[in-house]
């Protein structure tokens, strides 16, 4: 059950709120569909990624519905600890998101021009959104501990990879030149610490 909340709260706060809010700011939702004509480099990540969210979200149905079981049984005090911990990167994304402001996208548009955020939790983390996706999937595979959710959220964050280190940084650097270099020397690509 708490697999379940976590993903109907990322859903729900970390997408359709998000994308519901950016239309409401700017008439636009801040989705940015590969053209036809992109590389595969900039298609296949963000592809694999929303393919594999979606079989977890499936794993976690089905594994509340009784039909996936758990491969290990932890205490319910760890479950909590990883709801926490879910919760927790919940609330990071929807932090960076705000802070983001009309910069926020759903994918890149090479041709979009968009400012560089580096206060709030940009001045600690280049991506703080993919921090706090990590935690949600840490907390995640905790409250429901299955090898398959655990492939999943494995590829998901090798597909987080691709799409920051081949997409997003070379797209920033072409965008904002050495003012983005400087950036990047000075702050870490994930932490916030």
Request: aromatic share 16%; proline share 3%.
């Amino acid at each position: 059950m708490l697999s379940l909340i976590l993903v109907v709260s990322f859903l729900l706060v970390v997408v359709f709120f998000r994308v519901f809010v950016q239309y409401r700011r700017t008439g636009d939702f801040g989705v940015r569909f590969a053209k036809i004509g992109t590389p595969l480099i900039e298609i296949l990540p963000g592809t694999v990624f929303v393919l594999t969210f979606i079989l977890a979200v499936a794993f976690v149905i089905f594994g509340y519905l009784g039909k996936i079981q758990k491969t290990v049984n932890l205490p319910i005090a760890a479950q909590y600890i990883g709801l926490l911990v879910g919760l927790t990167g919940i609330s990071v994304t929807v932090i960076s998101q705000f802070q983001m402001g009309d910069s926020w996208r759903i994918g890149v548009d090479q041709k979009e021009n968009t400012t560089l955020i580096t206060h709030g939790l940009y001045s600690k983390s280049r991506n703080p959104i993919y921090f706090g996706i990590f935690l949600f999937w840490i907390g995640l595979s905790i409250t429901f501990p299955n090898e398959l959710l655990w492939i999943c959220a494995l590829i998901c964050w090798g597909c987080i990879e691709l799409i920051v280190r081949k997409n997003e940084e070379p797209y920033l650097k072409e965008l904002h030149g050495q003012v983005f270099e400087d950036y990047f020397a000075r702050t870490n690509r994930y932490l916030i610490l």
